[in-house]
């Protein structure tokens, strides 16, 4: 009765731990807290959305498979030994030893297990390294403390944060660094990647679906190494084309006497730090405006971009990320309000 007993309680456990790892994963913030970090719906590796993610997400499932077969196999046994043998006296123990082929059967059997698992990986690892055909989009992908940057030399456009990219296209990553290690993930689009100072990682990718793809800094980078976000956004073509016309036109004139102060409290303020074109700005210490309010977020993709939360960054950035590169700059009110009001044509 005691062993059945145990056996009940050990069945409960793995029960229970399996409903628990299967459980989904909570999103980080609401859509009633504004300045709670922006969440991407918890992106994983299992929702693949290009050729590598779903390559690596097959392999996964293999394993997973092979390796629950083989669990279970093990756990029978050990069920129906303790079943079959328990309270046996220890004078009826039949021990065995010296059975060649026994142990030529329990050598063999993992050892193929894993050289099929071993040949999944190989053909795995050659079909993720595989180059994407076609023409590309080249980006120059550039991580800073806390925040990445977007260059796209052949297009003439710089971002930051979001990386907008035509769904379906080829897509060829340059990846650095300006200061410390930094690691580059998408996890429904490609694998870890790190940004190492001096040094060019390349890498490539496609999206094979329209949407939006959340992902974040992989490597401790600083004290707000969990406030680097970024996402990918997939456009159609037509949608992609438009984008990069309305990226490549200079700033637009203020309009209204509250942008026209914004204007100037940010050439004479912000200029050193920040790039505007067609302005005399052309800082390049934190990203550049031309276009911020196309964007979604803003504070190193940890805010949505709205008037409250572009205030709230503004007035004491440190309040929102602590030793971030930004300083206050003691406006008042009334000035943080115009350099809003500016910054909204920014489109």
């Given at each position: 009765m005691n062993a059945?007993?145990?056996?009940?309680?050990?069945?409960?456990?793995?029960?229970?731990?399996?409903?628990?790892?299967?459980?989904?994963?909570?999103?980080?913030?609401?859509?009633?807290?504004?300045?709670c970090p922006v969440s991407f719906n918890t992106p994983s590796i299992l929702d693949p959305n290009s050729r590598a993610t779903a390559e690596t997400a097959t392999l996964f499932y293999v394993v997973l498979g092979i390796a629950t077969f083989i669990f279970v196999l093990v756990e029978a046994l050990l069920v129906i030994s303790v079943l079959r043998f328990r309270n046996r006296p220890a004078s009826e123990a039949i021990q065995?030893?010296?059975?060649?082929?026994?142990?030529?059967?329990?050598?063999?059997?993992?050892?193929?297990?894993?050289?099929?698992?071993?040949?999944?990986?190989?053909?795995?690892?050659a079909n993720i390294r595989a180059p994407v055909s076609g023409e590309a989009i080249k980006v120059k992908v550039i991580g800073h403390q806390w925040w990445w940057e977007f260059d796209y030399p052949d297009l003439k456009i710089t971002t930051a944060n979001q990386?907008?990219?035509?769904?379906?296209?080829?897509?060829?990553?340059?990846?650095?660094?300006?200061?410390?290690?930094?690691?580059?993930?998408?996890?429904?689009l490609f694998g870890k990647m790190?940004?190492?100072?001096?040094?060019?990682?390349?890498?490539?990718?496609?999206?094979?679906?329209?949407?939006?793809?959340?992902?974040?800094?992989?490597?401790?980078?600083?004290?707000?190494?969990?406030?680097?976000?970024?996402?990918?956004?997939?456009?159609?073509?037509?949608?992609?084309?438009?984008?990069?016309?309305?990226?490549?036109?200079?700033?637009?004139?203020?309009?209204?006497?509250?942008?026209?102060?914004?204007?100037?409290?940010?050439?004479?303020?912000?200029?050193?730090?920040?790039?505007?074109?067609g302005t005399t700005a052309a800082g390049k210490v934190g990203p550049n405006l031309t276009h911020v309010s196309s964007r979604s977020y803003i504070a190193g993709g940890?805010?949505?971009l709205t008037d409250d939360n572009l205030k709230l960054w503004i007035q004491n950035p440190q309040a929102?990320?602590?030793?971030?590169?930004?300083?206050?700059?003691?406006?008042?009110?009334?000035?943080?309000?115009?350099?809003?009001?500016?910054?909204?044509?920014?489109?």
């Open positions: 059945r007993r145990s056996l009940i309680v050990i069945g409960l456990i793995v029960i229970l731990t399996l409903a628990i790892a299967v459980l989904p994963a909570t999103a980080q913030g609401g859509t009633d807290c504004p300045t065995v030893h010296g059975n060649t082929k026994l142990e030529v059967m329990w050598t063999a059997i993992p050892a193929l297990i894993l050289a099929v698992l071993l040949g999944f990986t190989l053909r795995s690892m990386l907008v990219v035509p769904a379906g296209k080829k897509i060829d990553v340059e990846l650095t660094t300006v200061d410390v290690q930094h690691g580059f993930w998408v996890p429904q790190d940004a190492v100072a001096g040094h060019t990682n390349r890498m490539n990718f496609s999206v094979n679906t329209v949407g939006e793809y959340g992902g974040q800094c992989t490597q401790m980078c600083g004290e707000q190494h969990a406030q680097m976000r970024l996402s990918v956004v997939a456009l159609s073509a037509a949608d992609f084309q438009k984008w990069a016309t309305d990226q490549q036109q200079p700033a637009p004139a203020p309009a209204g006497d509250a942008a026209t102060r914004g204007q100037k409290t940010v050439i004479e303020k912000c200029a050193a730090c920040h790039t505007i074109g940890i805010l949505k929102i990320k602590v030793s971030t590169k930004m300083p206050n700059l003691g406006l008042d009110s009334q000035t943080v309000n115009d350099v809003v009001a500016y910054l909204g044509t920014l489109k």
